[in-house]
C-alpha cells in the first residue's frame, strides 16, 4: 500500500515537472529580410536580449518562434496565420506599420494578442483589442517635427518626401504636413513609392518650391538614394526624418549626405529621466555582452526588448498563459517598468500612455559612412504634451 | 514621308509654346529650368539608350526580346562596383577576377582574329592575366578601369548565356526562347540576390565627375552635374563604335546579313552561331557600361533583385518605340523616352489646383509604347525593313 502511494507521489511529480516544463511559446514576426532588414534584426536582438534577461515565466521556460515576413504585406498575413495554427500566446511585432497592419486583421480575428513594436501609424491599434504596440502614434511624432522645424528652425515652407504605398510614410507625411500648415508654414508634398532610384522629377518639383526645411518620412531604403541626390544637386537646407531613420543603413548606405540630418526617433537611454534612463543603460550593457557584435542599439532594440516584457508580465500577472486572462491583464497594465520608460495600457486603445521621443542627428565625417555616429539632442515625452 | 516630319514638327512647336506659357503666363517655372530639364532628360535618354541597343541587337538577329538583359544590366553595375570598392584583392581573388577579364579579352581580340587558336587571342588574353592579376592584387581601382573590366566580364556572361541557355533552343519555337529568357533572368536576379543582400548599395568611387554643377544661363541658375558631360559622351562614343564595327568590318557584314536572313547567310558561309554570340557580347557589353554610368548618375544600385527589372522594360520599351531591330531605332528611343519622363513632368508642373505629372512618369513610357505599337507598330524609325541588326 505504501509503496503504491510513494509510486503514485512520485508519477505526480514527475507529471508536475513535465506539465511545468512546456514552455510558453510567443510569435515573433519581423522584417528580417527585404528593404527593412537592417530594423528588423535590431528588434530581433532587442527580443532576445530581453529573452536572455527573462527566459522563464510561471516556472516555464519561453519559446520564440521566430517568423521572417521579407518586408511584404503577404509574408505578414502567412506569418500570422502560422501564429495561429502554432496557437502562440501573443505575437511580437511587425515593425513597419504596414506589414503590422496586414497581420493585424487576422490575430485580432483569431484572438491571438499582437504587439507591434514600432508601428506609429495611429490606425494599427484601432483593428481591435487584441492590438497593442510599445510605440507612439505619428500624430505626435508629426507633430513634434513641424513644430521643431516652424519654431526651432524658423522653416516656413517645408518640402515633404513621402512613400505612397506604405502606411506609415504616407500617415507621418500627412500629420507633419497638417501641423506645418497648421503653424502658418507652407507645404509641397512629393510623392515615390518603394525602390525608388531615380528622384530627379521630385527633386525638380522642390526645386520650383523653394523650401527651408526637407522631410523626410521613408525609410533608408530609398533615404540613402534620395538624401546624396538632394546634397548633389544644391539642396544645402536642414533634412528632417522620422524614426525609420534610426537605421544604420542610412549613413553607411548614404554617405557623407547625412551629416547634420534631425530625425526623431524612440527615445534611448541618453534622453530617458529618473528610473528608466537607469533600467535603459542597464539593458544597453546587458546587451552589449550578449551581442558583442551588434553594430546598432537603437530604438528598434527597445522597442523589441519592451514588446517581450510587457508579454511576459502580462503572463505573469495573469498566472496563467490563458488567452482571455494574459489580454485582460495585458489591458490592464499600468506603470510597467520597461527600458523604453514606463508602459500604461489601461485605459488606452493599446498605445501606452508615457513614451519618450527623442531628437537625433547623424554625424557622418569623411565621404563614406564608415565612421557615423549618432547624437541625441533632446527628449519629449508624449505625457507631458497632451497635457 | 512628310506626315512624319508635319508631326514631329508640330510636337516640337507645341512643346515651345507649353514652355513660353508655363514661364511667361503661369510664371511656374524659369527658362533655365528647362535648360536643366533638357540635360538631364540627355543624361537619362543616353542611359536608356545603351541598354535598349543590347535588345534591339539581340532581336534583330534572332527574333527574341532579351528579358535577362535588364539583369545583364544589373551584373554589369554590381562588378564594378566590386571592382572598384574591395581592390585591392589577395591574390587567389586577383587571379579570379584576372581570369574572368582575360577572358574577356580573349573574345573581344577574337572579333578581329577570327578564332581563338590565334597567337595573338592566346596571347593577348595571357598579357591580360598577368598584368592584370598585378594590378588587382597591388592596387585600387579606379572606376574607369572597373568599368572597362566589368564590360569585358559581362560580355562573357552574354556569351555565355547565349550558349548555355539559347543555342540549344535555336530552331525551337520563338515561345520556348522567350520563356527561356524569363528563366535566365530569374535565374540572375535571385543569384544576385543570394550574394547582395543589402538595400542600398552606394555607388560612389572617388571621382570629380560627380560632382556639382551650376552655371547661369538666362538670368537664372541651371543645377546639374558633372556627369551630364560624361554620360552622353560615353554613349555617344560606345554607339559610333558599335556603329563603326557593325558597317565597316567583316563580322559587322555577317551580323547584317544574318539579321537579314540567317539561312541564307549560313548558306553563304557565315558562321551564324559566332555573329550570335558576337551579339550577345556587344549586347552585354553596352549594358554593363550602362550599368555603371546609371551607379554613377545616381550614387547608389538597388538590391539585385529589383535593379535591372524597370530600366530593363523600360529601355525595351525605348527600342520598340525606336522600332526593334534598328540601332538608331534604339538610340531615338532612348533619348526620346528620357524626355518625356523628365520633360514632360517639367512641361507640367505643379500649380495650386493641378498636382502635376510627377506621379506618373513612369506611365509615360508605357503610353507612348501603346500608342507606337496602335499606331505605327515598326517604330519610329523602323521602316528601312532591310536595315535591321
Not at chain 1, 522653416?155 to 501641423?179: M, T
Amino acid at each position: 500500500m505504501f509503496k503504491k502511494l510513494f509510486l503514485a507521489a512520485i508519477a505526480l511529480v514527475l507529471a508536475g515537472t513535465a506539465l511545468a516544463q512546456a514552455p510558453i511559446k510567443i510569435g515573433v514576426n519581423l522584417e528580417l529580410s527585404g528593404r527593412f532588414a537592417t530594423i528588423g534584426n535590431s528588434t530581433l536582438q532587442g527580443i532576445q536580449a530581453a529573452q536572455q534577461q527573462m527566459s522563464e515565466v510561471l516556472g516555464r521556460p519561453v519559446e520564440l518562434s521566430i517568423c521572417d515576413n521579407q518586408t511584404t504585406p503577404e509574408g505578414s498575413k502567412a506569418c500570422a496565420n502560422r501564429f495561429i495554427d502554432e496557437k502562440v500566446v501573443g505575437v511580437l511585432g511587425a515593425i513597419s506599420s504596414t506589414m503590422s497592419i496586414a497581420a493585424a486583421q487576422n490575430l485580432q480575428d483569431a484572438g491571438i494578442i499582437m504587439i507591434s513594436t514600432s508601428s506609429t501609424n495611429p490606425a494599427t491599434t484601432q483593428i481591435g483589442d487584441h492590438i497593442f504596440r510599445v510605440a507612439y502614434t505619428d500624430d505626435f511624432q508629426g507633430k513634434v517635427a513641424a513644430e521643431y522645424a516652424f519654431n526651432t528652425l524658423k522653416a516656413r515652407k517645408a518640402a515633404i518626401f513621402r512613400q505612397q504605398d506604405d502606411d506609415y510614410s504616407f500617415g507621418l507625411a500627412g500629420f507633419f504636413q497638417d501641423e506645418f500648415q497648421k503653424l502658418g508654414g507652407q507645404t509641397i508634398m512629393l510623392n515615390f513609392v518603394a525602390n525608388t532610384v531615380d528622384f530627379s522629377s521630385q527633386i525638380n518639383d522642390a526645386r520650383g518650391f523653394k523650401p527651408d526645411v526637407v522631410y523626410y518620412s521613408g525609410f533608408c531604403a530609398e533615404g540613402a538614394t534620395l538624401i546624396p541626390q538632394l546634397k548633389q544637386q544644391g539642396f544645402n537646407m536642414q533634412f528632417l526624418g522620422a524614426d525609420a531613420s534610426d537605421d544604420s543603413q542610412c549613413p553607411t548606405s548614404g554617405g557623407a549626405a547625412f551629416n547634420g540630418y534631425l530625425f526623431t526617433g524612440f527615445g534611448g537611454p541618453e534622453v530617458l529621466t529618473g528610473a528608466a534612463k537607469q533600467r535603459a543603460e542597464d539593458f544597453h550593457k546587458f546587451f552589449n555582452i550578449a551581442f558583442p557584435k551588434a553594430t546598432d542599439f537603437n530604438g528598434f532594440t527597445l522597442a523589441g526588448a519592451d514588446s517581450y516584457n510587457v508579454l511576459v508580465q502580462a503572463i505573469k500577472d495573469a498566472g496563467t498563459d490563458n488567452e482571455a486572462a494574459v489580454l485582460k491583464s495585458l489591458s490592464n497594465l499600468k506603470d510597467y517598468p520597461g527600458v523604453s520608460g514606463s508602459i500604461t495600457f489601461a485605459g488606452t486603445d493599446g498605445t501606452p500612455k508615457d513614451r519618450t521621443i527623442a531628437f537625433f542627428e547623424y554625424l557622418v565625417p569623411g565621404q563614406n559612412g564608415a565612421a557615423w555616429s549618432k547624437i541625441s539632442k533632446f527628449g519629449l515625452s508624449t505625457a507631458a504634451a497632451s497635457q | 514621308m512628310p506626315w512624319g516630319w508635319i508631326i514631329g514638327l508640330g510636337l516640337v512647336a507645341l512643346v515651345i509654346f507649353r514652355i513660353y506659357y508655363v514661364v511667361h503666363v503661369l510664371k511656374a517655372r524659369d527658362l533655365a529650368f528647362f535648360v536643366g530639364a533638357m540635360l538631364q532628360s540627355l543624361q537619362l535618354g543616353s542611359l536608356y539608350a545603351l541598354i535598349a541597343l543590347g535588345y534591339t541587337m539581340v532581336y534583330g538577329i534572332i527574333r527574341l526580346i532579351n528579358f535577362a538583359h535588364g539583369d545583364v544590366f544589373m551584373v554589369g553595375a554590381f562588378l564594378a562596383y566590386f571592382l572598384f570598392s574591395r581592390s585591392p584583392y589577395a591574390l587567389p581573388w586577383a587571379l579570379i577576377w584576372a581570369a574572368l577579364s582575360a577572358w574577356g579579352v580573349m573574345f573581344v581580340l577574337n572579333l578581329w582574329r577570327g578564332s581563338f587558336r590565334d597567337p595573338i587571342v592566346i596571347g593577348g588574353g595571357v598579357v591580360a592575366m598577368a598584368g592584370l592579376t598585378y594590378a588587382l592584387s597591388a592596387t585600387t581601382v579606379n572606376w574607369l578601369l572597373a568599368m572597362l573590366l566589368s564590360m569585358l566580364i559581362t560580355g562573357v556572361l552574354g556569351v555565355v548565356i547565349d550558349r548555355v541557355a539559347y543555342r540549344p533552343l535555336r530552331g525551337a519555337p520563338r515561345i520556348s526562347l522567350l520563356i527561356t529568357a524569363i528563366a535566365m533572368s530569374f535565374f540572375l536576379e535571385n543569384t544576385g540576390l543570394l550574394v547582395f543582400t543589402r538595400n542600398q548599395t552606394p555607388f560612389r568611387p572617388p571621382t570629380e565627375w560627380t560632382q556639382y554643377l551650376q552655371f547661369p544661363v538666362f538670368g537664372s541658375t541651371v543645377y546639374t552635374t558633372r556627369l551630364i558631360f560624361l554620360i552622353p559622351l560615353a554613349t555617344a562614343l560606345l554607339v559610333v563604335a558599335l556603329t563603326l564595327f557593325v558597317t565597316r568590318t567583316r563580322l559587322g557584314k555577317a551580323m547584317r546579313a544574318s539579321a537579314q536572313d540567317p539561312e541564307t547567310a549560313q548558306m553563304m558561309g557565315v558562321n551564324v552561331d559566332r555573329v550570335i554570340a558576337t551579339t550577345f557580347l556587344l549586347g552585354s557589353m553596352l549594358a554593363a557600361a550602362g550599368g555603371v554610368l546609371w551607379g554613377l548618375n545616381f550614387g547608389s544600385l538597388n538590391q539585385p533583385a529589383v535593379m535591372g527589372i524597370l530600366p530593363g522594360i523600360k529601355a525595351f520599351a525605348a527600342a520598340v518605340i525606336g522600332g526593334i531591330g534598328s540601332l538608331p531605332g534604339a538610340v531615338i528611343g532612348g533619348v526620346l523616352l528620357g524626355f518625356l519622363e523628365n520633360f514632360v513632368t517639367a512641361l507640367f508642373p505643379r500649380t495650386q489646383h493641378f498636382a502635376g505629372l510627377t506621379e506618373y512618369k513612369d506611365t509615360f513610357a508605357f503610353i507612348l509604347l501603346i500608342l507606337v505599337l496602335l499606331l505605327r507598330p515598326s517604330g519610329i524609325v523602323g521602316e528601312d525593313l532591310s536595315e535591321k541588326v
